[in-house]
């Protein structure tokens, strides 16, 4: 079995070429520092509004930053260690989801999950297959191994076209099901996604479907549920989930991936064990301080963000601006003015919202939802750029 490690070592030279081209290199990152404004001095930078890259604005909380602080021990020794608390985040999982441990990968971050899927799921002669826009991470990846990407686009409401969707896959290796999907914060209700990848699997038996979920916790849909329990019976589904968004860690980096035992298995053969070399001592100990806060923390962020949500959608549409039908913690607004012209605009007064989505770069913008403070404080910015401050939308 070629592992992760061996396949670095036969190709690193021409991944590393790979890696150099400049569309590898602008794809779909989240929480990179380079559209920060050059011109903003070092105190207007700590000032900044970051709205860019779909993080929780709280941060991890005080009961997750205690447990990184404990897992340090007496005298920094736990750091100094190989973990050993990957089993009891497993354990921990398990019980949160009603699965086995068995049915679980870790990751650093859920990147690792979709870059180990795509791996393993497409090859030059099976494709990987997905919206666009979504996120790039899948496909580029698959790009980068020389694997065929075959992207479809989303329907008039901006949500992923089924029908197209499943008429692509066939023969396909991997369909990337992003749902809630990134940028566009889109999302298909359960009993849609059951059928569709039924259906898939009745035209394409071989095909599996990742459904990446790292905006699950934000979804306010009323049909709403994970795909979890489809992916535990079904070894061609693997689910994708992150601490990186509600959990507020995306700097800690821990994600995992649900299904399957043999395709667990298949993953895992793949990237050395559950990925158990890749993952940091103290990001396991926050999991399981994350998980320990239960479903109340959950569905705090999860009002704390809707709040949020509204009140900047209507804003937008309060003056004439159309914003997709979001559940998650950023929105997709059509602003009517060039997606770098308001980005640039915005970042010269203190805000960083998000990079061009093409093809929608015409005219549409994500923005990231900060705090309600922030967020109020960001909307006088959008008010002064769009020239819009105090315009009301005619009933
Ligand atoms: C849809 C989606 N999947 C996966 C990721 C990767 O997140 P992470 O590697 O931090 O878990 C992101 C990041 O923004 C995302 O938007």
Redesign the pocket.
């Known amino acids: 079995m070629l592992t992760r490690r061996k396949f670095v070592q036969t190709v690193g030279a021409g991944a590393a070429g790979a890696l150099t081209g400049s569309w590898i290199g602008a794809r779909g990152r989240?929480g990179s520092l380079w559209d920060l404004a050059p011109t903003l001095d070092a105190a207007q930078a700590m000032r900044v509004i970051p709205l860019s890259?779909?993080e929780n604005p709280l941060g991890p909380g005080k009961v997750v930053l205690d447990a990184v602080q404990r897992a340090f021990g007496p005298a920094g020794a736990t750091p100094g260690r190989y973990s050993s608390a990957t089993g009891e985040l497993r354990d921990v999982l398990s019980t949160y989801l009603n699965v086995r441990p068995e049915n679980l990968t870790l990751g650093c971050?859920?990147?690792q999950i979709?870059r180990t899927a795509t791996h393993v799921y497409t090859e030059r002669t099976k494709a990987l297959v997905g919206t666009i826009p979504t996120?790039e991470?899948s496909a580029g990846y698959a790009a980068m191994l020389g694997r065929p990407v075959r992207a479809v686009a989303l329907d008039r409401d901006f949500r992923m076209d089924l029908d197209k969707l499943a008429d692509a896959s066939r023969g396909a290796g991997m369909v990337f099901y992003?749902n809630p999907n990134?940028p566009v914060a889109t999302y298909v209700g359960a009993q849609a996604t059951r059928d569709f990848i039924a259906r898939v699997h009745r035209i394409s038996p071989e095909t599996t479907i990742l459904v990446?979920e790292?905006?699950f916790e934000y979804v306010t849909h009323a049909d709403h549920a994970t795909m979890i329990p489809v992916a535990l019976e079904d070894p061609r589904v693997v689910v994708?989930r992150?601490f990186?968004k509600a959990y507020g860690m995306?700097g800690l980096?821990l994600?995992y991936g649900v299904g399957h035992p043999d395709a667990i298995r298949r993953m895992s053969q793949w990237d050395s064990g559950s990925g158990t070399s890749s993952l940091n001592v103290l990001a396991l100990h926050a999991g399981i301080a994350a998980i320990g806060q239960g479903a109340a923390f959950v569905d705090a962020e999860r009002a704390r963000n809707t709040a949020v949500r509204n009140f900047t959608v209507k804003w937008f549409a309060d003056r004439g601006m159309k914003s997709t039908d979001s559940h998650t913690n950023f929105i997709f607004v059509n602003t009517g003015m060039l997606a770098k012209q308001f980005r640039d605009g915005c970042a010269a007064k203190g805000v960083r919202v998000g990079r061009d989505f093409p093809p929608f770069e015409h005219a549409w913008c994500r923005i990231s939802l900060g705090t309600m403070d922030e967020m109020k404080r960001a909307v006088a910015v959008f008010g002064e750029v769009l020239g819009k401050a105090g315009v009301i939308a005619a009933a």
């Open positions: 989240e890259s779909n971050g859920s990147t979709l996120y991470e992003c990134n990446d790292a905006y994708a992150t990186s995306a980096r994600g």
